[in-house]
């Protein structure tokens, strides 16, 4: 894990020893929540094995906007950072265990270590830009679009969620995602 933690932040590579102590590791079985929507978020997960999902409640509707695997880092990083509700829960749709940052922990690594802004800066922007990128293709593809989207770009997603929460993600019922499916 340290490698991904190198890869993100170089700029802590070599405090790495003293600062692995401070990352804990949980499991969460599948179906099990790690945020709630509403809820503010105090800490930064990096999931080691397993998948996780964020996603929304609209009115009883459930929305999934985004899914995460391996080597990936996920919070509501809004809520986290600026202190405020969470505008979606996160959900463990495989048995997974996480590397946990606690908020407390962050802020003390900012502190101690402020060269690595820098890359919390970036870290931050690459998740705006992939949240535009879905943003827009939720908007200006029609759905079979997207489904060749994530076929081409993310195949793990059809590998390995199950196929409402695709159905959701995609923006349809899981009927117009079997139909699409059965054209492919």
Not at 68 to 77: A, I, P, T
Not at 142 to 149: D, I, K, L, M, V
Not at 164 to 180: E, K, M, N, Q
């Amino acid at each position: 894990m340290s490698e991904y933690l190198k890869n993100k932040f170089p700029e802590i590579e070599e405090h790495w020893g003293e600062l692995h102590s401070l990352f804990i590791s949980e499991k969460f079985q599948k179906g099990s929540t790690l945020l709630d929507e509403e809820d503010t978020a105090t800490e930064i997960y990096i999931i080691t094995n397993g998948a996780l999902r964020l996603w929304h409640n609209d009115d009883g509707k459930d929305i999934t906007l985004q899914f995460f695997f391996e080597n990936q880092m996920v919070s509501s990083f809004e809520s986290f950072y600026l202190g405020q509700p969470s505008g979606f829960s996160i959900e463990a749709i495989e048995d997974t265990e996480v590397l946990k940052l606690s908020k407390k922990d962050f802020d003390a690594i900012k502190v101690k270590y402020p060269e690595i802004e820098s890359s919390i800066t970036r870290f931050i922007c690459e998740r705006f830009i992939e949240y535009r990128n879905i943003f827009f293709s939720q908007i200006q593809h029609s759905p079979e679009q997207r489904y060749q989207e994530l076929l081409s770009n993310d195949p793990i997603v059809l590998k390995r969620v199950p196929l409402h929460f695709v159905a959701s993600f995609l923006g349809i019922t899981p009927v117009s995602l079997s139909r699409i499916r059965n054209r492919n």
